[in-house]
């Protein structure tokens, strides 16, 4: 076990912007950001920086976190257990938003305990009571709704943190792709993944690169420029549901696609 953490993000804004978009942001976070540590060594402005990241959704049944998203509702939930890369760690994450308020709780487990510690098989005694709190917390939620492996969702992400705000951070999402799964396993040797530009460009022809600024109360000046002098456009997606409905339609284009082919034989 590692580190527990805890966190608010009064403000989470999304935006889809093209890679020339991009590009421009990044160099004009220059001044003022710093890449991530856990961003490759820099190299030349626009070339790839980003690591691999592997999130496990879990949900009930019946998808009551992905139909709280779909209603709109202001009080929402998500458990995920998130990978980095080939890190033999994994974090368990309780992610609670309430209206534009983002409260995030989260434990470091090694990869081999995710199924365990998520199921409340582990016990930390007194040595750990803020992570053994979380770890019983985390597994009464997932008793509560039967929460279950559902989807996963990989993406290559390419961030910076705030060198002049008590904190605030740019993130760049790219190459986003999503599967159905009943299991545990971040590392999925299967390859039906759905890719998120194809459902995108149907609608947001070459915009395939997801920008998210988090901060608290106060939107940092320097964010409020980029917003204005690039014309961003917030918008309200969650990876989680948007993956949901796409391998829900690769899902019924294959049933589809048996059936057709049971017909005509």
């Not at 990241?53 to 257990?81: N, Q, W």
């Not at 005694?125 to 709190?133: H, Q, S």
């Not at 929460?147 to 060198?163: H, I, K, Q």
Request: charge should be positive.
């Amino acid at each position: 076990m590692s580190s527990f953490e805890s966190r608010f993000e009064r403000l989470e804004l999304k935006y889809l912007i093209d890679e020339a978009t991009a590009l421009q942001i990044q160099r004009a976070l220059e001044p003022v950001c710093r890449p991530d540590s856990h961003n490759p060594s820099p190299g030349p402005i626009g070339a790839r920086r980003g690591y691999e990241i592997t999130s496990l959704y879990l949900d009930s049944p019946g998808l009551a976190f992905h139909h709280a998203k779909e209603r709109g509702d202001p009080h929402r939930l998500k458990l995920r257990v998130r990978g980095y890369g080939e890190s033999p760690v994994a974090v368990l994450e309780c992610k609670r938003r309430v209206a534009d308020v983002i409260d995030k709780t989260r434990v470091t487990v090694d990869r081999r305990d995710a199924e365990r510690a998520a199921l409340g098989g582990i016990d930390l005694g007194p040595e750990a009571p803020e992570t053994g709190r979380f770890l019983t917390s985390f597994a009464s939620l997932v008793a509560r709704y039967g929460a279950e492996p559902t989807l996963l969702v990989r993406y290559e992400r390419e961030a910076y943190a705030s060198e002049v705000d008590h904190y605030a951070r740019i993130t760049f999402d790219r190459r986003i792709e999503a599967r159905r799964t009943r299991d545990w396993d971040l590392a999925s040797p299967s390859d039906d993944w759905c890719r998120f530009d194809d459902y995108w460009r149907r609608e947001e022809a070459h915009r395939s690169v997801v920008l998210e600024i988090k901060c608290h109360a106060c939107i940092p000046w320097w964010v409020t420029d980029l917003i204005r002098s690039h014309a961003l456009k917030r918008q309200s997606f969650s990876k989680y549901s948007i993956g949901i409905h796409l391998t829900e339609r690769e899902r019924g284009a294959d049933i589809q696609l048996r059936r057709s082919s049971r017909w005509m034989q």
